[in-house]
């Protein structure tokens, strides 16, 4: 029955839902104070579990962005207020590789934001770039007027100006931002980052380890600084939240701790990506969790382009274990896709004549296979990487580009600094031995 009640309540809901829809972007007539200047209002949770080595109180587990950062927040007035800022940058992908790219916040990806399902938000932006942008929260249910896209549901944010994105997440889950304006070119020179939504009912089994990682790719010819934007699939350059390895940080955890790994790719290309030492869960996608009657285990996932996938694991393995993208060229530094095949070629030859032109020497590579271009002993042009560098406790870690290391140990707390190279007890590592063995026979 439609009492009296229920109709005035229901004509309050319908009134906000409307104000709500209604509420378009808009430009505001001054940017907030920049938070570096505001840091004792703003909220940080990572920020203070490495200041003080406890995790910060709060109704979720805050994530970790390997090699990335946590945009700080304040409260005003029951609103969670953020101030993102696109900018030109530039960030070290590795030692010894500097990158002029565009961002927000100072890097690229921008640093994760973090909301709670049902808790409105008010996200300033401020364009400092050569041209305008928007921001659009991909996958995000909002009203139609901040959803960010130039011409269509807002203006363009020019040079100079501030505007407001105010909604009310309705969902919780793995998601992203990024401009859609000027979007070939933004995108690909690193304008995303993560948005993430934690439910508003904490989950029933609580997540010890969240990590967030942005798949991207590039293509910066050797000896130059600036992304080619213009290039399709041509990329030489694979990245793990703005770094390829040897720059990229490990991800750490302690022995039987449950761990969940947010992957986003708005790359042109698919990544599937490979955890060694484990068996992998995938628990939600860029739509939603996934129900766990519905979950399946898999040991790489493929992330699409536009997509985020999440998965879960126990830590259960001791070791330093390899994570990485499965396709071949993913795992490589400068990689030029037109070098000839000399694979089986002779070069001894060659080699003599042209040392004794080339002032820096000339090393002939691929008639044995590729390892030894792990470390060049060649010059390399400036601003460039080798294609296939790092090193392990047990000599050169032949991989580059998109891979990293999950460390896992029985002891470890937080604030879960790089433990170091596993030690690995008697008897547990593969070894040289004579061959063929007593008794056996071909």
């Given at each position: 029955?439609l009492?009296?009640?229920?109709?005035?309540?229901?004509?309050?809901?319908a009134?906000?839902g409307?104000?709500?829809?209604?509420?378009?972007?808009e430009?505001?007539?001054?940017?907030?104070?920049?938070?570096?200047?505001?840091g004792?209002?703003?909220?940080?949770p990572?920020?203070?579990?490495k200041?003080?080595?406890?995790?910060?109180?709060?109704?979720?587990?805050?994530?970790v962005?390997?090699?990335?950062?946590?945009l700080?927040?304040?409260?005003?007035?029951?609103v969670?207020?953020?101030?993102?800022i696109?900018?030109h940058?530039?960030?070290?992908?590795?030692?010894g590789?500097?990158?002029?790219?565009?961002?927000?916040?100072?890097?690229?990806?921008?640093?994760?934001?973090?909301?709670?399902?049902?808790?409105?938000?008010r996200?300033?932006?401020?364009?400092?770039?050569?041209?305008?942008?928007?921001?659009?929260?991909?996958?995000?249910i909002?009203?139609?007027?901040?959803d960010?896209?130039?011409?269509?549901?807002?203006?363009?944010?020019?040079?100079?100006?501030t505007?407001?994105?105010?909604?009310?997440?309705?969902?919780?889950?793995t998601?992203?931002?990024h401009?859609?304006?000027?979007?070939?070119?933004q995108?690909?020179?690193?304008?995303?980052g993560?948005?993430?939504?934690?439910?508003?009912?904490?989950?029933?089994?609580?997540?010890?380890?969240?990590?967030?990682?942005?798949?991207?790719?590039?293509?910066?010819?050797?000896?130059?600084?600036?992304?080619?934007?213009?290039?399709?699939l041509?990329?030489?350059?694979?990245?793990?939240?703005?770094?390829?390895?040897?720059?990229?940080?490990?991800?750490?955890?302690r022995?039987?701790?449950?761990?969940?790994i947010?992957?986003?790719?708005?790359?042109?290309?698919s990544?599937?990506?490979?955890?060694?030492?484990?068996?992998?869960?995938?628990?939600g996608t860029?739509g939603?969790?996934?129900?766990?009657s519905?979950?399946w285990p898999?040991a790489?996932?493929?992330?699409?382009?536009g997509?985020?996938?999440?998965?879960e694991?126990?830590a259960?393995?001791?070791?330093?274990?390899?994570?990485h993208?499965?396709?071949?060229?993913?795992?490589?530094?400068?990689?030029?896709?037109?070098?000839?095949?000399?694979i089986?070629?002779?070069?001894?030859?060659?080699?003599?004549?042209?040392?004794?032109?080339?002032?820096?020497?000339y090393?002939?590579?691929?008639?044995?296979?590729?390892?030894?271009?792990?470390?060049?002993?060649?010059?390399?042009?400036?601003?460039?990487?080798?294609?296939m560098?790092g090193?392990?406790?047990?000599?050169?870690?032949?991989m580059?580009?998109?891979?990293?290391?999950f460390?896992?140990?029985?002891?470890?707390?937080?604030?879960?600094?790089?433990?170091?190279?596993?030690?690995?007890?008697?008897?547990?590592?593969?070894?040289?031995?004579?061959?063929p063995?007593?008794?056996?026979?071909?």
């Open positions: 029955m009492t009296r009640r229920k109709m005035i309540v229901k004509s309050a809901a009134v906000a409307s104000a709500a829809l209604f509420h378009r972007v430009k505001v007539s001054a940017a907030p104070e920049n938070i570096a200047q505001r004792a209002e703003f909220h940080s990572i920020a203070a579990e200041a003080t080595g406890r995790a910060a109180r709060q109704p979720y587990v805050p994530v962005t390997p090699n990335g950062s946590t700080p927040w304040r409260m005003n007035k029951g969670k207020e953020f101030h993102l696109a900018e940058i530039r960030q070290e992908f590795a030692p590789m500097m990158v002029n790219a565009w961002g927000y916040n100072g890097s690229t990806p921008g640093p994760t934001i973090e909301i709670v399902e049902g808790e409105p938000v996200i300033f932006v401020t364009n400092r770039l050569s041209e305008a942008t928007t921001v659009h929260w991909h996958g995000i909002l009203p139609c007027g901040m960010g896209v130039v011409g269509l549901t807002q203006p363009g944010i020019k040079p100079g100006e505007f407001v994105y105010e909604f009310t997440p309705l969902q919780h889950g998601h992203m931002y401009p859609h304006a000027d979007e070939m070119l995108m690909a020179m690193g304008m995303y993560f948005l993430i939504i934690h439910p508003r009912v904490p989950e029933r089994i609580r997540i010890d380890r969240d990590f967030a990682i942005f798949l991207a790719e590039w293509a910066i010819p050797p000896g130059t600084y600036t992304p080619n934007p213009n290039v399709m041509d990329f030489d350059l694979f990245t793990f939240n703005g770094r390829v390895y040897p720059g990229t940080a490990p991800l750490v955890a022995t039987n701790q449950r761990v969940r947010r992957l986003a790719n708005l790359s042109m290309d990544h599937p990506i490979h955890l060694h030492g484990t068996r992998l869960w995938i628990t860029d939603d969790q996934i129900p766990p519905a979950r898999v790489t996932v493929n992330v699409n382009p997509a985020t996938r999440d998965v694991f126990v259960d393995n001791p070791g330093d274990w390899a994570l993208c499965h396709k071949n060229h993913h795992t490589m530094n400068d990689m030029d896709h037109h070098i000839p095949n000399l089986g070629v002779n070069q001894a030859h060659l080699a003599k004549e042209l040392n004794k032109v080339l002032p820096g020497g090393m002939p590579m691929g008639q044995n296979g590729m390892s030894n271009m792990g470390k060049m002993h060649m010059p390399l042009p400036r601003n460039t990487l080798p294609m560098s090193t392990g406790e047990f000599g050169d870690v032949e580059g580009g998109m891979f990293t290391v460390k896992i140990r029985d002891h470890i707390r937080p604030p879960y600094a790089d433990p170091g190279p596993y030690h690995f007890p008697p008897g547990t590592v593969a070894h040289k031995v004579e061959w063995q007593p008794g056996w026979t071909e």
